[in-house]
């Protein structure tokens, strides 16, 4: 296929940044310039690029994930970024949350050849899945949507004083001062922008960190979540 010609080889900070796991780096970009071309998960234009825009450029997020957490990737798409965070941080505890069918049988696709045992693959909405999957210390998120529409999506997922982690590009100044009335609504006790991946990537990753206090989501969210532990308590009884 043309497409899996055109992907570029590994550049050298690749090396360093997967460290044991470049081999299974590369077989990754390799299915998303294959399969994930095919079936539409990226656009051929992307190949190209593809460890420096995406591979690389998600997987500098692990410089802002602490050691042995819980994370939720949010709306993953073709695993970007919870595939090379998992690459990177065998620490973790990752679940890679796709609403698509086409999507999660990718990503368990990609799981299970890359043996990622500490990855997850849940098909559904973050709206969804609320008080169905345990909160976790951080949610991840890359090209999902404007901050103030993403953050009702993933900060409901977050343990109490847990954090939310969204790559954004030169509009995340301008993302974070528009969202700030609905960040704090939703519980957002602190905000701030990290840049990371200096000497890695080329502009280094812009990150917009959003970090909550004891009522991730809000009131709202508050009695919601209760209300669906106490349903999945009555299913269990049962």
């Known amino acids: 296929m043309t497409e899996a010609a055109e992907l570029p080889p ?77 690459l990177v941080r065998d620490d973790l505890n990752i679940t890679l949350l796709e609403p698509l069918l086409r999507r999660t049988n990718f990503l368990n696709e990609v799981v299970e050849l890359l043996g990622l045992d500490h990855v997850t693959v849940v098909r559904g909405r973050a709206e969804e899945v609320m008080g169905k999957l345990p909160p976790v210390h951080v949610v991840t998120a890359r090209a999902v949507a404007p901050l103030d529409r993403l953050a009702t999506w993933g900060i409901p997922l977050l343990r109490p004083y847990g954090e939310m982690l969204a790559l954004k590009g030169d509009t995340a100044e301008e993302e974070l001062k528009a969202a700030a009335t609905a960040l704090s609504k939703l519980g957002a006790v602190e905000t701030s922008i990290l840049h990371v991946g200096e000497g890695v990537v080329d502009p280094p990753s812009t990150v917009v960190r959003v970090e909550v206090g004891e009522s991730p989501g809000g009131v709202r969210f508050a009695a919601k979540r209760a209300k669906a532990a106490r349903t999945g308590r009555t299913r269990r009884r049962r």
């Open 10 to 86: 590994a550049p050298e900070q690749a090396r360093a940044v997967f460290g044991d796991r470049f081999a299974d780096a590369v077989r990754y970009a390799e299915l998303l310039a294959e399969a994930g071309v095919q079936r539409g998960l990226i656009g051929p234009r992307e190949v190209p690029r593809l460890w420096e825009r995406h591979l690389l450029n998600c997987a500098v997020l692990s410089e802002a994930v602490p050691e042995g957490v819980t994370v939720c990737d949010v709306g993953s798409g073709a695993g970007l970024p919870g595939i090379p965070l998992a």
